[in-house]
């Protein structure tokens, strides 16, 4: 009978997680971890997620759907996971109806919505990042070009599925990236206007932080691997693999950092009058003269998440609730002194084309271990239903016994075309020698 004394006194949160992804699945399963938790909606969520939270159909996009749905249903906090919702207000119009809600309001996800927005602001405030020109005319970037630095980077100013950045190693290259992006608007409004930059060179790290506005928590760092190929081969993708930490991110590089990126950023979103709460994520490169901004985005990474939040020992709920108070200062951010590392599994294909329906096995033995990303129920089985299906994930005290343990996890799910990378975090352990 205890049970019904202790449940009778103890807090019940209701939570909505809006996305559908892999990123999702790892945020609803470490949510789950808080006793206090009770029930969890996705919005939409998938097939896979709906292990662990009840799925709703309304999607990411579809604000006034999301609004309508906490109106109904009163929940206790919201947590807005992908990029598109957060840049359309998502937050902005939740707060509005009295929800209290992880991730930052729209004037300040501009800085992943806006690269010109981002890049002005790092110039404004001396942050290091590629040095770079702005055109919002076609003609413009062309001429330009013919006198510019060769290799190149091209960006659609807004969102793009992560597909609007366009390296291009020769000047013929760069030209035919504007006219993809601003000419055939292969990424629609978002490419009105471009940045072209300096390219750069170096290891890349990616550093999630948790920041009220006030304090910044940088989480663990972690090395994406975007290549869809061995040997980081092939086409960029949305991301095969993971490994937390980046021994390329040294306690002084960590504190250079913190110095020159981190706090001046927090500062100079507030000096704008644009306070970010939630998860500002650095998108770092390790260059000659130190570490610059290749990006940041206003939300967790994907799938770098896969590989953070399983090293966090502080509770998830807690953290983020104190992002939104105010009290991150007075609150334990702790990661767990270990590796981790996440094994993308895709449909045979991805990022092209692929089929998808197939279906979907994941032995029961390493459920807790397997982040859903694109699968969906058919008939009362779980298909695939995506390029990345699932991302396998492992924890270990050394890296190679991290990906090890991930390894062991791919082994155990199956379907008809599944397609991995067998080198996630090699690039990583030749760092360590
Ligand atoms: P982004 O979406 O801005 O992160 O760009 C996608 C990827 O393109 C990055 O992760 C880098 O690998 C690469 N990239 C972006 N900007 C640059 C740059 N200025 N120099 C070299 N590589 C870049
Ligand atoms: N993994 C890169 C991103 O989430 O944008």
Same mark, same amino acid.
């Given at each position: *009978?205890?049970?019904?004394?202790?449940?009778?006194?103890?807090?019940?949160?209701?939570?909505?997680?809006?996305?559908?992804?892999?990123?999702?699945?790892?945020?609803?399963?470490?949510?789950?971890? $808080?006793?206090?938790?009770?029930? +969890?909606?996705?919005?939409?969520?998938?097939?896979?997620?709906?292990?662990?939270?009840?799925?709703?159909?309304?999607?990411?996009?579809?604000?006034?759907?999301?609004?309508?749905?906490?109106?109904?249903?009163?929940?206790?906090?919201?947590?807005?996971?992908?990029?598109?919702?957060?840049?359309?207000?998502?937050?902005?119009?939740?707060?509005?109806?009295?929800?209290?809600?992880?991730?930052?309001?729209?004037?300040?996800?501009?800085? @992943?919505?806006?690269?010109?927005?981002?890049? $002005?602001?790092? !110039? #404004?405030?001396?942050?290091?990042?590629?040095?770079?020109?702005?055109?919002?005319?076609?003609?413009?970037?062309?001429?330009?070009?013919?006198?510019?630095?060769?290799?190149?980077?091209?960006?659609?100013?807004?969102?793009?599925?992560?597909?609007?950045? /366009?390296?291009?190693?020769?000047?013929?290259?760069?030209?035919?990236?504007?006219?993809?992006?601003?000419?055939?608007?292969?990424?629609?409004? &978002?490419?009105?206007?471009?940045?072209?930059?300096?390219?750069?060179?170096?290891?890349?790290?990616?550093?999630?932080?948790?920041?009220?506005? !006030?304090?910044?928590?940088? *989480?663990?760092?972690?090395?994406?691997?975007?290549?869809?190929?061995?040997?980081?081969?092939?086409?960029?993708?949305?991301?095969?693999?993971?490994?937390?930490?980046?021994?390329?991110?040294? !306690? @002084? =590089?960590?504190?250079?950092?913190? @110095?020159?990126?981190?706090?001046?950023?927090?500062?100079?979103?507030?000096?704008? &009058?644009?306070?970010?709460?939630?998860?500002?994520?650095?998108?770092?490169?390790?260059?000659?003269?130190?570490? #610059?901004?290749?990006?940041?985005?206003?939300?967790?990474?994907?799938?770098?998440?896969?590989?953070?939040?399983?090293?966090?020992? &502080?509770?998830?709920?807690? /953290? *983020?609730?104190?992002?939104?108070?105010?009290?991150?200062? @007075?609150?334990?951010?702790?990661?767990?002194?270990?590796?981790?590392?996440?094994?993308?599994?895709?449909?045979?294909?991805?990022?092209?084309?692929?089929?998808?329906?197939?279906?979907?096995?994941?032995?029961?033995?390493?459920?807790?271990?397997?982040? +859903?990303?694109?699968?969906?129920?058919?008939?009362?089985?779980?298909?695939?239903?995506?390029?990345?299906?699932?991302?396998? &994930?492992?924890?270990?005290?050394?890296?190679?016994?991290? =990906?090890?343990?991930?390894?062991?996890?791919?082994?155990?799910?199956?379907?008809?075309?599944?397609?991995?990378?067998?080198? =996630?975090?090699?690039?990583?352990?030749?760092?360590?020698?």
């Amino acid at each position: *009978m205890e049970g019904i004394a202790v449940s009778a006194i103890k807090r019940q949160m209701r939570v909505v997680v809006v996305g559908s992804g892999g990123r999702e699945h790892t945020i609803i399963k470490k949510i789950r971890e $808080n006793p206090e938790v009770t029930e +969890v909606f996705a919005l939409p969520g998938n097939g896979g997620i709906a292990m662990d939270a009840i799925c709703v159909d309304i999607g990411a996009k579809d604000i006034e759907g999301i609004v309508n749905f906490a109106v109904e249903n009163r929940p206790d906090y919201v947590i807005v996971a992908p990029d598109d919702p957060l840049v359309l207000g998502c937050v902005d119009a939740l707060e509005k109806k009295g929800f209290r809600c992880f991730g930052p309001r729209a004037n300040a996800a501009i800085i @992943e919505g806006s690269k010109v927005f981002s890049k $002005n602001l790092m !110039k #404004k405030y001396g942050i290091p990042t590629a040095a770079y020109e702005t055109f919002d005319d076609a003609d413009k970037a062309l001429e330009y070009l013919k006198t510019a630095p060769i290799p190149t980077v091209v960006k659609a100013d807004g969102l793009a599925l992560g597909k609007g950045v /366009i390296i291009a190693m020769t000047r013929e290259e760069a030209y035919a990236a504007v006219k993809e992006i601003m000419l055939d608007k292969a990424f629609g409004a &978002s490419g009105n206007q471009i940045v072209i930059e300096e390219f750069m060179e170096g290891p890349e790290i990616t550093v999630l932080s948790f920041t009220d506005g !006030k304090t910044v928590v940088p *989480m663990v760092s972690s090395m994406d691997h975007k290549r869809a190929g061995d040997n980081d081969t092939g086409l960029n993708t949305g991301g095969m693999g993971t490994i937390a930490p980046n021994p390329y991110y040294t !306690k @002084e =590089i960590a504190e250079e950092c913190m @110095e020159k990126i981190f706090r001046p950023t927090i500062d100079a979103l507030n000096k704008e &009058s644009r306070t970010f709460k939630g998860c500002l994520y650095f998108g770092l490169m390790l260059t000659k003269d130190g570490p #610059k901004v290749v990006e940041y985005n206003s939300r967790f990474g994907d799938p770098e998440t896969q590989v953070v939040l399983p090293l966090l020992e &502080s509770d998830l709920l807690t /953290i *983020m609730q104190a992002t939104t108070d105010g009290t991150l200062a @007075e609150t334990e951010v702790k990661f767990r002194d270990a590796n981790a590392c996440c094994v993308i599994m895709a449909s045979e294909g991805y990022p092209v084309s692929y089929e998808k329906g197939f279906p979907l096995l994941i032995e029961d033995e390493v459920k807790d271990r397997v982040f +859903v990303a694109g699968a969906k129920i058919q008939d009362g089985v779980l298909v695939t239903n995506g390029g990345r299906v699932v991302g396998c &994930s492992g924890v270990g005290e050394t890296l190679p016994e991290a =990906i090890r343990n991930a390894y062991a996890v791919v082994d155990k799910v199956h379907f008809k075309n599944e397609y991995y990378r067998h080198d =996630i975090g090699a690039r990583a352990l030749k760092a360590y020698k």
